[in-house]
């Protein structure tokens, strides 16, 4: 299966997902995203985000999708301009808009048209009138250069073929002194040649993901400085529920990844 393939076969997933109004990423059917009995927001707590942020977000924004809680790490302030790459059903940037408050700004970008309607929908449901939402592909973002102080993303950049090249846009657009601050899933471990080309790891957040020196190597290569890769065992836990008697958790750990540029 080429690049093309993967990504439309990803579109397609994503958009259904966000068509059905499902609040989980096990619908319409059990997806290796999480496990069927794992409910989003038990799913969201487990990541890492409070009960004060999951109140704070509109029903419908959180579709169990993450694998981290990116806004841990962001430490982002009033006033500045957020970048959320693949934003989902908008529920990172509804929390991004509380932080960065009215004189700040999020622009999320997601390559559905489903995604963005919900997304849209659900920030206007709160009246969160400092976010945006844009089409476009994260290796091509539809933002101009040195826009953001911050990049988040969360669990997306995986699903994307062409990484290095999301990385040399999270830098273009990012200003200088700005942040990246992602999480998503890493490889430890080769995975064998039946889950790397399982379709339903390639258009989850398995099959798609690199190791972290790589990764590593990418970030440097764009022109980003103080690059982290910080694996989070704790979570294999949650991972051996998204495939059971798969063990996924030998081969893969979600992990914070942060970068500056210069």
């Known amino acids: 299966m080429d690049d093309v393939q993967i990504k439309e076969m990803v579109r397609a997933r994503y958009g259904g997902i966000a068509a059905a109004s499902e609040t989980s990423c096990c619908a319409p059917a059990a997806s ?19 009960e004060a942020e ?16 990116p806004q841990t790490i962001a430490a982002m302030q009033s006033g500045e301009t957020v970048v959320n790459l693949g934003n989902g059903a ?14 700040g700004r999020v622009i999320g970008v997601d390559m559905t048209h489903e995604m963005l309607k919900k997304a ?3 920030a206007a449901s709160i009246g969160a009138s400092n976010v945006e939402f844009r089409l476009g592909e994260l290796e091509h973002l539809p933002i101009a250069d040195n826009t953001a102080d911050v990049v988040i993303s969360n669990c997306v950049i995986n699903l994307v073929p062409d990484k ?3 990385f040399r846009e999270a830098f273009r657009v990012l200003k200088h002194g700005g942040r990246l601050a992602v999480s998503d899933i890493i490889n430890t471990a080769p995975l064998s040649a039946e ?6 790891l390639l258009c989850s957040c398995v099959a798609g993901a690199a190791p972290a020196d790589r990764v590593e190597n990418w970030l440097a290569a764009a022109g980003l400085v103080e690059v982290q ?3 989070k065992p704790e979570s294999r836990e949650l991972i051996k529920s998204w495939a059971p008697g798969r063990n996924l958790e030998n081969h893969i750990v979600s992990a914070m990844v942060e970068a500056r540029k210069p």
Not at 35 to 45: F, I, L, N, T, Y
């Open 32 to 50: 290796p995203c999480c496990g069927p009995e794992v409910a989003s927001h038990d799913k969201a707590r487990r990541i890492g985000y409070t």
């Open 90 to 103: 908008g529920f990172d940037c509804v929390l991004a808009a509380r932080q960065v408050g009215i004189t």
């Open 229 to 231: 890769v910080v694996e």
């Open 195 to 200: 889950l790397q080309s399982d379709p339903s």
């Open 120 to 122: 849209r929908n659900n």
């Open 54 to 69: 999951l109140a704070a977000v509109p029903e419908g924004a959180n579709l169990g999708l993450g694998c981290g809680n």
């Open 164 to 166: 290095e090249q999301v």
